[in-house]
């Protein structure tokens, strides 16, 4: 079983859709980041959470320790968010747990 | 943030060749980076990570003979495919930890083995 399981693997939507991108993790963490990776492989982090949540124009990122579940939300999603999300968790030093990614396509 | 390099961005090589991988901060000194692989649909595997001025330490099941890590300055870390093979082939991407805990990773580098 992996350490960092995320929901959808796949997922399509209309421009415009409110988009939810589920992590859910199995080990105790110092940090979750939350990462974006386009069509041509370069990886961009979106967020790193401890607790609570944090919001970046139309990306929000939520995290509950206690469940140690986090959701990645897109609003007013565009085509230019097609990629993959990929969840990440840290925990001891520098050893990090990746998610196998969720491929988003926005069709216009 | 740190902006991290890599080059080559795309590489072909023979069965038997040996491919040198560049992995440079830009804009911070980086006594440890990460190395890791990418298969197609697959997540991220941390091969080794790369300390500056001592030897790099490898994940179980990586052959450091096979995949050669220098990390000779705070700002370039190297990393060699040695003999490659076709399963060689994937997506290598180096990282670095900088701010406040967050990483950053370079753009990758796409080898493929005939």
């Known amino acids: 079983k992996n350490e960092v399981e995320q929901s959808p693997q796949n997922l399509t939507a209309q421009e415009g859709e409110f988009i939810t991108i589920n992590c859910s993790y199995s080990v105790g963490i110092s940090a979750l980041h939350w990462l974006q990776q386009h069509p041509g492989g370069g990886i961009v982090s979106l967020f790193m959470l401890s607790s609570g949540k944090k919001k970046h124009g139309r990306l929000i990122a939520t995290i509950n320790i206690q469940e140690k579940h986090s959701s990645l939300h897109i609003t007013a999603s565009h085509p230019r968010d097609s990629a993959v999300y990929i969840c990440a968790v840290r925990v001891t030093g520098n050893q990090f747990y990746f998610g196998t990614g969720t491929s988003l396509t926005v069709i216009p | 943030g740190a902006v991290v390099s890599q080059h080559p961005s795309w590489v072909i090589c023979k069965s038997g060749t040996s491919v040198k991988i560049e992995c440079r901060s830009l804009d911070f000194q980086a006594t440890t980076m990460f190395w890791y692989r990418q298969f197609p649909k697959q997540s991220l595997m941390l091969m080794a990570t790369?300390?500056?001025?001592?030897?790099?330490?490898?994940e179980q099941g990586v052959e450091k003979d096979k995949f050669l890590i220098n990390h000779a300055s705070l700002t370039l870390s190297t990393l060699t495919v040695t003999s490659a093979h076709p399963e060689d082939s994937s997506f290598y991407i180096c990282s670095l930890i900088a701010g406040y805990n967050e990483q950053f990773f370079g753009p990758g580098t796409r080898l493929t083995v005939l």
């Open positions: 790369s300390n500056e001025g001592s030897k790099a330490t490898y």
